[in-house]
């Protein structure tokens, strides 16, 4: 199956770091993607991952094992402006991808 | 480019009547797909297309939904007779055919259905 699996719901405080893991099972990702989404707002791409190891791109980075089917995205010096949901999504790499998509880790920042 | 346009941004119609939503995808775009969000199933795929032509529909719910490209700025998702059930999210996005191959979601339309 192409299971995707995300943790609900996550607090963190303003300045910290704070990583999302995302499992999946599946023989047919090649493909790993980041999405933010926004309470009310479209889902916006954030990372993507085809070989194993870590993308670093400014605040956020997203690692990828593929023999594990284990991904996190990390934020770095969090912002309350970070609060939103971290979509984890797989597919193919290349065009057309079909993704499938998590249910979303809903991040809440604090004070 | 003014990103990804969709109509009409909230829609609330009643239980057996026909809805219509409409999608313009980013110019030079190859890649047009159709999503719907719910709190219980999340974000799940019913069809995308690839230069106008429809490739993989199998997440179309029923055969109450249809879509159409007829040509490469726009897109229609036609759900009919609409049903409570349908409730929901439809996003539509589009890619081009190239790395990442980031796809770019529109702002959304917000069915409800009576």
């Known amino acids: ?45 954030l990372s993507y991952n085809v070989l194993d190891g870590l993308e670093e791109k400014g605040r956020f980075s997203s690692f ?48 | 480019d003014a990103g990804v346009i969709q109509s009409p941004r909230h829609e609330v119609t009643e239980m057996g009547q026909e809805v219509t939503l409409r999608c313009k995808p980013i110019s ?20 995308y297309f690839n230069n106008n032509v429809p490739i993989d529909d199998s997440g179309m719910p029923e055969d ?5 490209m007829p040509n490469a700025s726009f897109s229609t998702l036609k759900i009919q007779p609409s049903e409570p059930r349908d409730s929901a999210v439809y996003f539509c996005a589009s890619s081009m055919d190239r790395g990442p191959y980031e796809q770019y979601f529109g702002p959304g339309t917000r069915l409800t259905v009576t």
Not at chain 1, 1 to 21: K, L, R, S, Y
Not at chain 1, 72 to 86: F, P
Not at chain 2, 64 to 68: C, L, Q, T, V
């Open chain 1, 1 to 45: 199956g192409q299971n995707i699996d995300q943790p609900t719901e996550m607090t963190a405080t303003e300045g910290a770091i704070v990583q999302i893991n995302c499992t999946y099972q599946t023989s047919g990702f090649n493909g790993l993607f980041w999405y933010q989404q926004h309470a009310g707002e479209a889902p916006t791409f």
């Open chain 1, 64 to 111: 990828l094992s593929r023999s594990k089917g284990y991904s996190y995205l990390l934020l770095k010096e969090l912002q309350m402006k970070d609060s939103a949901s971290y979509l984890c999504a797989g597919g193919p790499w290349g065009g057309g991808n079909k993704l499938t998509f998590g249910t979303g880790t809903q991040l809440k920042v604090e004070l």
């Open chain 2, 28 to 47: 030079g775009h190859d890649y047009l797909f159709w999503y719907r969000q719910t709190m219980m199933r999340g974000l799940e795929l019913l069809i």
């Open chain 2, 64 to 68: 109450r939904f249809s879509a159409k």
